[in-house]
């Protein structure tokens, strides 16, 4: 299951929970020169001092279009898409203080085989990122995430959690019992999305700053 796609619809109307943003200008600021454009490994944000760059924001939107269509994407959705990877930061924030050193070792572990494949195949991260306008590190950092969030969601969406999640907002599926439920597609969906928005307010007290304003999104 992909959580991004529905984050990314739902993004613009989502708030980050608890967030402590430091806005540093007024103008498009990347390292402390003003840009009329940002590159990929600019970084437009940080999470605990952790920046973000602008091509993990490509790498999404590649994911879903043609790359050479990336100049016609509106800033609305490359704001949400910037608050969506700040939110998915945070995610990860939680997701590796709970797995401790036996998650950071398998998603190392993922990393390597992804390359390996890669270089089976004739390529590499670096020559797959650059195909998309984004950057090795944004490769990494999304493989990472998927493996981490892919481990997360199987230890979470057992037949019983999805049962006690049922049985705590049995109205939203048209009341019933759980086992007569014959899709349960919504009721994971549902189930993930607030999985995720736990980890996310478990990082409320982390510091989030913000470098470049146009894809800077007040909290709605």
């Known amino acids: 299951m992909k959580i991004q796609s529905f984050l ?17 200008t007024a103008q498009q600021i990347v390292g402390g ?32 279009i043609s790359a050479r269509d990336l100049v016609r994407v509106g800033e609305d959705v490359k704001r949400a898409t910037a608050l ?15 797995g401790g050193k036996s998650l950071a070792d398998s998603l190392d572990r993922r990393v390597q ?7 089976q195949r004739g390529t590499s991260i670096d020559e797959l990122a650059k195909a998309r306008q984004s950057t090795s590190e944004a490769m990494i950092a999304d493989i990472r995430w998927s493996s981490a969030w892919a481990q997360y969601l199987k230890s979470k969406m057992t ?17 019933g019992q759980f086992q007569d439920l014959a899709d349960q597609s919504k009721l994971r969906r549902d189930a993930a999305d607030a999985l995720f928005e736990n980890l996310v307010a478990s ?3 982390t510091k989030v700053t913000w ?10």
């Open 84 to 98: 969506l990877l700040v939110r998915r930061h945070l995610a990860m924030n939680a997701l590796m203080k709970l």
């Open 113 to 119: 085989s992804y390359s390996s494949e890669a270089k």
């Open 33 to 64: 020169v003003a840009k009329d454009d940002i590159e990929p490994g600019d970084p437009y944000a940080a999470v605990q001092g952790e920046a973000i760059y602008v091509g993990e924001i490509n790498l999404v939107l590649t994911q879903r």
């Open 159 to 175: 037949p019983d959690n999805l049962q006690r999640y049922f049985e705590a907002h049995r109205d939203e599926y048209g009341g």
């Open 8 to 24: 990314l619809a739902a993004a613009v109307c989502v708030s980050l929970a608890g967030e402590t943003v430091a806005q540093d």
């Open 203 to 205: 990082e409320s007290e």
């Open 211 to 220: 470098f470049v304003d146009s894809l800077h999104q007040q909290d709605r």
